[in-house]
């Protein structure tokens, strides 16, 4: 079993809809979460960071993280065409730590 | 802030050569930086741990003779392919540790990558 899990999708939703991104895990040491967006031929970009569980919101984006089941999404409200990219979720258990990715849900945003 | 960059973006050599991708975190020191493998559909796998002035950690299974390591300075680190194949073939992606950041009190590590570059064996 990985560490973390992520569906790979592809996931194809039309411009304007609430998109609902997800990881599970099986490392109750990991406190620290992260979402990235990678853009095809491009290094990943950091978009949220969470500790512990619990809401983030950034814009159209929120982050939920829920310890107890070891689940963690990323939502992203109003979607639009330039969302279309790669998510990766990360994690840690903080300090210098390994961060371990999932391997990423491909999102196509359709005008 | 916190731009990395990476040279090349892409690169094909032939079978036996060595290939060298630099890393370059522009507009802060990074006394820690990381180099990750991608292969199509899989996560990032973390091949080394680079820290400024010492030796590189690598990953269990990754061959340190095979990809050499320096990080000289506090914004450069090098990753050279020596004797490169074509199981070598992927995107290698390098991040930079900006620091110490504080959420909640406590300290977060912050890792900001570069673009990235798809190296081919021929």
């Known amino acids: 079993q990985k560490e973390v899990e992520q569906d790979p999708g592809p996931l194809s939703v039309p411009e304007g809809a609430i998109v609902s991104l997800n990881c599970t895990y099986s490392n109750s040491a990991f406190q620290y979460f992260m979402w990235y967006r990678q853009y095809s031929r491009k290094g990943p970009e950091l978009l949220m960071y969470?500790?512990?569980?619990g809401n983030k919101e950034d814009g159209r984006f929120t982050a939920q993280v829920d310890k107890s089941s070891k689940y963690i999404s990323l939502f992203i409200r109003d979607s639009q065409p330039s969302d279309s990219a790669t998510y990766l979720c990360a994690m840690n258990s903080g300090g210098y730590q390994k961060v371990t990715f999932g391997t990423g849900t491909k999102l196509q945003v359709i005008p | 802030g916190a731009v990395v960059s990476q040279h090349p973006s892409w690169v094909i050599c032939k079978s036996g050569t060595s290939v060298k991708i630099e890393c370059r975190s522009l507009d802060f020191q990074a006394t820690t930086m990381f180099w990750y493998r991608q292969f199509p559909k899989q996560s990032l796998m973390l091949m080394a741990t680079s820290n400024e002035g010492s030796k590189a950690t690598y990953e269990q299974g990754v061959e340190k003779d095979k990809f050499l390591i320096n990080h000289a300075s506090l914004t450069l680190s090098t990753l050279t392919v020596t004797s490169a194949h074509p199981e070598d073939s992927s995107f290698y992606i390098c991040?930079?540790?900006?620091?110490?950041?504080?959420?909640?009190?406590?300290?977060?590590?912050?890792?900001?990558f570069g673009p990235g570059t798809r190296l081919t064996v021929l």
């Open positions: 991040s930079a540790r900006r620091g110490w950041g504080s959420y909640s009190g406590r300290a977060t590590d912050t890792q900001y």
């Open positions: 969470t500790y512990s569980s």
